[in-house]
């Protein structure tokens, strides 16, 4: 790409491929902060303490708040290491969410926020994009320190916009600021409003558009996604990738992590949801039953998937999910 210089290598433990992927789940994206951070304390008792995940893992892929995780652990800083140590994803969700998610004390407080659920968004969002652009600063896709993806949907288009380390190499009109890609995956419909932004194409000078919402509307686990950039990548004869074969999953090493369920809680059922109609869809005892349904449908389904594939070619060992189950 004219004028991109890119920071990324061939995978690097030769034909193994290392994925690291991280559901979407708002404020619960503490919960892989946390495995993170215990991973790469990990790592760096084997290692040395400046080892960071970004070295061990060929694609980081993210949705939601997963997105922003995989931004914190592949921008670079001015000595071209992570700008964030996984331990510190924890410390960032605990002094930055109360703002991003502000919560009203006020006895009227309940109806306010059903009230502000039917008119728009719950939560502005002005915080969380301040707070993105002041972190990721000028960061663009191609300068992140591994490979990412990061799944968004374009509301405009009516179709996923995957903005894929692999796919800007021959699409520069996807090396968006990191900040902006992070503010359209986390745009959650009912909590967060779509975000608008443009690029500029560095080959022929055109715009292109984006209106981005919440990329769980189609992968909240984006794990197949990031295994579909590299097998295409396999398919189109890449460099990086020329002695592994498509659907070579025994060379794959993929780890998986959720932001927590709480399906023990049993917040519908059927008798109840029967009587619903938009409204009822959309709020119903302080949750928004239509994003819980797609959200956990996405991640589950992912994960099933997955599984049947890799246990059917003898390489179950090759990928593993990480959920917590949350106490209701």
């Known amino acids: ?6 920071n990324l290598q061939p995978p690097r433990y030769g034909n193994l491929i290392t994925i690291l992927s991280i559901d979407g789940g708002g404020i619960r994206g503490i919960i892989p902060g946390i495995v993170l951070g215990f991973l790469e304390s990990q790592l760096q008792a084997l290692d040395g ?27 670079p800083n001015e000595k071209n290491r992570p700008l964030f140590s996984a331990k510190e994803i924890k410390d960032f969700y605990l002094d930055n969410c109360p703002k991003i998610f502000p919560q009203k004390s006020c006895p009227f407080a309940p109806i306010a926020k059903m009230i502000k659920s039917i008119t728009g968004p719950k939560y502005e969002g002005n915080f969380l994009h301040k707070i993105l652009k002041e972190k990721l600063g000028s960061t663009q896709l191609h300068q992140t320190l591994t490979n990412v993806v990061i799944p968004t949907f374009d509301i405009k288009e009516l179709q996923p916009t995957i903005f894929s380390s692999y796919e800007v190499k021959n699409t520069p009109s996807l090396d968006a600021l990191l900040s902006d ?26 715009v292109r558009q984006f209106n981005l919402i919440d990329g769980g509307v189609v992968a909240n686990n984006p794990t197949l996604v990031a295994m579909g950039e ?34 023990t809680e049993e917040k519908y059922n059927a008798n109840e949801s029967a009587k619903w109609g938009v409204f009822g869809w959309l709020v119903s005892g302080g949750s928004t039953p239509l994003v819980d349904v797609f959200t956990h449908a996405s991640g589950d389904m992912v ?26």
């Not at 790409?1 to 890119?6: I, P």
């Not at 590299?230 to 780890?255: C, G, H, Q, W």
């Not at 994960?303 to 209701?328: G, T």
């Open 1 to 6: 790409m004219e004028g991109m210089k890119s």
């Open 49 to 75: 303490e400046d080892a960071r995940l970004a070295d061990y893992f060929d694609v980081i892929a993210g949705t939601s708040t997963g997105g922003l995780v995989t931004a914190m652990l592949t921008t």
């Open 181 to 206: 890609i992070c503010t359209g995956t986390s745009a959650a419909p009912t909590y967060l409003p779509a975000h608008y932004f443009e690029t500029i194409n560095t080959s022929d000078g055109s």
């Open 230 to 263: 590299i097998t295409k990548e396999i398919i189109n004869e890449s460099p990086d990738f020329l002695l592994i074969k498509p659907m070579e999953y025994a060379r794959f090493l993929v780890i998986s992590l959720g932001t927590g369920t709480a399906k």
């Open 303 to 328: 994960d099933y998937l997955i599984s049947v594939v890799f246990k059917a070619l003898n390489c179950e060992h090759s990928y593993l999910r990480i959920q917590a189950s949350l106490e209701s």
